[in-house]
């Protein structure tokens, strides 16, 4: 697991404006105390039962990337830990720095069991609603790779969701320089807040992402919102992890590859990809790589 549960309560002085690239700031830190619940060395994260950080998160498991993968080696499922949470907005990223253990427990309990989408388990046809107010679902896109991610239009954590449709606008673009895949593939980016995330708003986020006003940038990239009697079913089929929090929206990230024949081609559930690992592997699923 790599990224499963990240939170982004930002201060509140934090423009919460749609962005879809990461705004220059200085780097912030914040002190965590809590406890190791696992450790995946795969992605050098550490899955930390945290208190709260009075202004900035409430106490919740998820899991924090470390620099130095050595200091892995170093701890145990238990561990009680102090720890710098460096945001580094500048350039979207964050990291855990200055990890110290100060004692050692029973290791806590995950707060649920994360379901991880695997190659070839068949896609749900799950029912949204797109940036034009109209109703669709992931079987009409049987036949194509289809480019499956999540966000909110109100994001403001640099390293998340402006992060992540900053990438999708990248692959829509790299993509128009290979017509065969482009005709191949669709992106759709599901936003998971639909108590703000309107057909109007998703419009407005879409073209700020893409740069364009042009309505046909939805023949290939569309935007789209998942009902709230969906959104359970949806956010646990894709690993996707939710929560309110103080008018945001904690989260974690999850995105998809899914094949022409309706199953999981590849599953990302953090940001450690590149939009060239995207488009490579939507050349392999629909046999179109050289």
């Known amino acids: 697991m790599n990224t499963s ?21 200085d780097t912030k830190r914040y002190h965590l105390t809590g406890r190791v619940i696992s450790i995946d060395k795969r992605s ?17 498991q998820m899991p924090y990337t470390v620099k130095d993968a050595t200091l892995l080696d170093k701890l145990t499922p238990g561990d009680q830990i102090t720890a710098d949470v460096v945001v580094r907005s500048d350039n979207g990223e964050s990291s855990l720095e200055n990890v110290t253990v100060t004692g050692h427990s029973a290791p806590p309990k995950p707060t649920a069991t994360l379901h ?3 190659p070839d388990e068949p896609v749900p046809d799950f029912n949204l609603i797109n940036q034009n107010g109209k109703p669709i679902s992931l079987a009409q896109y049987r036949g194509k790779a289809l480019l499956v991610t999540f966000i909110y239009t109100r994001c403001p954590f640099p390293d998340y969701c402006p992060r992540v449709s900053g990438a999708f606008a990248q ?5 128009r320089a290979n017509p065969a895949l482009y005709r191949n593939t669709h992106l759709l980016s599901i936003s998971f807040d639909p108590g703000h995330d309107t057909p109007k708003a998703l419009r407005a986020y879409a073209f700020s992402c893409a740069g364009t006003t042009q309505p046909a940038l939805f023949d290939h990239w569309e935007f789209a919102v998942a009902p709230a009697k969906n959104l359970a079913a949806i ?3 894709f690993g996707l992890t939710i929560a309110e929090d103080g008018g945001l929206i904690a989260h974690s990230l999850s995105t998809t590859v899914i094949g022409p024949d309706g199953k999981i081609f590849k599953w990302y559930s953090g940001s450690d990809w590149r939009p060239a690992d995207l488009i490579h592997d939507a ?4 046999h179109l790589s050289s």
């Open 171 to 175: 692959i829509d673009r790299d993509l």
């Open 116 to 118: 991880m989408p695997t």
């Open 235 to 237: 956010a646990a089929f």
């Open 44 to 60: 050098n994260s550490i899955m930390i039962d945290g208190d709260e950080i009075p202004g900035f998160m409430s106490a919740m």
């Open 5 to 25: 549960q990240r939170i982004f309560v930002l201060l509140s002085a934090l423009s919460l404006l749609a962005a879809c690239t990461p705004k220059s700031a």
């Open 283 to 286: 050349a392999l699923a629909t």
